[in-house]
């Protein structure tokens, strides 16, 4: 079986080292494991360090050319191997790459159109094409891919991609049979401030009502749209929830439960 899990950066709990004792096992038990993580509040802190404010559209960073050093600095470097530690703490030998290497994501700046102009975010990059011969070239090598999501564009300069986009790409191009995307929200709730709205299942007729309705916001935008991209794409099942539900994934991918929306068509 092959999965990709994105994990946010609000998820990314270092101190934490249990929330991926699940992820080595089903390493160890054969499973063929993508790991994509984000790191949103990470880099808020490195770039205030800076006196850098962050700003986001959409749920996408604002990142002008002098913040992407930082941003790659913060993903590729700090957090992509901060979690290779953690791997290799539990006996897995994990591989940190961004998507810049091996031609794994091609992207090309990303302009969201407001009205009928288009609204330049600076180095933010959508992927455009994932090569993911690297990635099959890991796992047949017995190394799990860690992924950071950043890709390049023609010229080989880096870009800022969100970390769902660029993990549903990639579960789309490995064709694996599931993608999960963990964050800091039991999963898509009908009201934000109340965690016990969840919404178990979450058909793509409701996803442009809520929209309408504006209850589906910032980051949860590009998390929704990855879904639905990601279900066309061949991805047999989306699956979006908090963190901690980690745990129960290898009970889910048995056939039983775990708390969190489902994505359907
Ligand atoms: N209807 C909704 N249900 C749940 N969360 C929502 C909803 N609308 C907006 N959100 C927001 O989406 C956020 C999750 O996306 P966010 O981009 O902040 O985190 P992430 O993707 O896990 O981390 P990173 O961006 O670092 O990869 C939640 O913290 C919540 O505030
Ligand atoms: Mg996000």
Redesign the pocket.
């Known amino acids: 079986m092959k999965i990709v899990v ?6 990314i709990d270092f101190k934490n080292e249990d929330y991926f004792r699940v992820l080595a096992q089903l390493v160890k038990e054969g499973i063929r494991l993508a790991l994509v ?5 990470q880099i808020t802190k490195f770039l205030e360090k800076e006196g850098r404010e962050s700003q986001f559209v959409e ?1 996408l960073r604002v990142t002008p050319p002098q913040d992407m050093e930082i941003t790659e600095m913060v993903l590729s470097g700090l957090l992509n191997k901060m979690l290779v530690g953690i791997f290799h703490r539990q006996g897995i030998p994990a591989c940190g790459i961004s998507g810049r290497d091996g031609f794994l994501l091609e992207g090309e700046k990303y302009y969201p159109a407001s009205g009928d102009r288009k609204v330049d975010l600076g180095r933010v990059g959508e992927v455009k094409k994932v090569n993911p011969r690297l990635v099959h070239v890991l796992w047949e090598g017995g190394f799990l891919p860690v992924i950071s999501p950043i890709a390049a564009d023609r010229e080989g300069e880096s870009l800022n991609v ?3 986009w660029a993990a549903a790409r990639l579960a789309v191009a490995l064709q694996a049979d599931k993608l999960f ?5 039991p ?4 009201d ?1 401030e109340d965690r016990d709205s969840l919404i178990e299942v979450l058909s793509w007729a409701e996803i442009e009502i ?1 929209k309408e309705e504006g ?6 935008i ?2 929704i749209e990855m879904a639905e991209e990601a279900l066309r794409g061949g991805v047999k099942e989306v699956f979006i929830g908090e963190g901690k539900e980690m745990e129960n994934l290898p009970l889910f991918l048995a056939g039983g439960k775990m708390r969190g929306t489902k994505v359907v068509l």
């Open positions: 994105k994990i946010g950066g609000k998820n993580h984000g790191g949103g509040p749920g969100n970390a769902d995307l963990f964050s800091d929200v999963g898509v709730l009908r934000v809520l209850k589906i916001r910032g980051g949860m590009p998390k």
